[in-house]
C-alpha cells in the first residue's frame, strides 16, 4: 500500500534521506527515512502523497504495517473532514487514545479497537452528517 520506489545518489536534496558505506547499507535504513518523512507530512497536516510506480528493476522501500495503518487512518480523516475530536466522539474514547492512533508509538491493538469495519478506516458509518 505505502510502497515507495528509492533512487539513491550521493547527498541528494529529498523528503527522505538515508545515508551508508555502500546501497544495500543505505536500504536497510530507508523504511526509517520514510517514517520520518511521512511523519511529517502529518505534522504539517498535508496530503500523503501516493507512492508512484517504480521503474523496472528500481527498489523500493515500504512502511511498516503499524505506520501504514496509522497513515491509512489519518489520510482517512483529512478525506472525510474528521478531525481528532470528532473521531474521540466516534470512537467514544478519550482523546489522548485518538491522539496515539495517530502517533508512531501506537500499537496494533489500539488500532484494532477502532473497529475499521472495511478497508476504508471511516467507512459510512463513521463520516459526520
Known sequence: MYDYPVTLTPLGNSDAMT???????????AQHALHVALAGY????????????PAPGKPTVSTSPMVAL???LYQ????????????????????RQVRRLLDHQSTVNQLDAAECPSNDP???RWVAP
Open 19 to 29: 545515508y551508508g558505506e555502500n546501497e544495500a547499507f543505505a536500504l536497510k535504513w
Open 42 to 53: 502529518m505534522d504539517d497536516h498535508l496530503h500523503i502523497p501516493t507512492p508512484s510506480a
Open 70 to 72: 496509522m497513515l491509512a
Open 76 to 95: 482517512a480523516m483529512r478525506d472525510q473532514g474528521v478531525s481528532q475530536l470528532r473521531l474521540v466522539g466516534l470512537l467514544h474514547c478519550d482523546a
Open 122 to 124: 471511516l467507512s459510512d
